[in-house]
């Protein structure tokens, strides 16, 4: 199984920017994905995800209201709609999808096993 994360890039503070997670080797049923993100020296950090069954969400609570977790069936992504971007929003952020997760450790990186390369989102002020 391969993740592509895709879509970072540059944009303005209250700006938005979609990003995407393809899978290949698999698809996505079955799984649950979640969207992280990293700062230099900092930890890996939960931002949102989603069981592709279920469609069940789970959001960071810095994100509420701002980023959507959201799946295409015809694309067979993942993707993560990111508004009113802010500059602590400044991350490179990674897609990662493991059929073994459990409700209670969606938000815990250590629960998924295949992991996507990271896109910088990046936003001005």
């Known amino acids: 199984v391969q993740l592509q994360a895709s879509g970072g890039g540059l944009v303005q503070a209250e700006g938005s920017l979609r990003l995407s997670c393809a899978i290949s080797?698999?698809?996505?049923?079955?799984?649950?994905v979640g969207w992280f993100r990293q700062a230099p020296g900092k930890e890996r950090e939960f931002v949102a995800g989603?069981?592709?069954?279920?469609?069940?969400?789970l959001y960071k609570d810095s994100v509420k209201g701002r980023f959507t977790i959201s799946r295409d069936n015809a694309k067979n992504t993942v993707d993560l709609q990111m508004n009113s971007l802010k500059p602590e929003d400044t991350r490179v952020y990674y897609c990662?999808?493991?059929?073994?997760?459990?409700?209670?450790?969606?938000?815990?990186?250590?629960?998924?096993?295949?992991w996507g390369q990271g896109t910088l989102v990046t936003v001005s002020s």
């Open positions: 989603i069981r592709w069954n279920s469609r069940i969400t």
């Open positions: 080797g698999d698809t996505f049923r079955g799984y649950v």
């Open positions: 990662a999808a493991d059929r073994g997760v459990i409700s209670s450790t969606i938000s815990d990186s250590r629960a998924y096993h295949n």
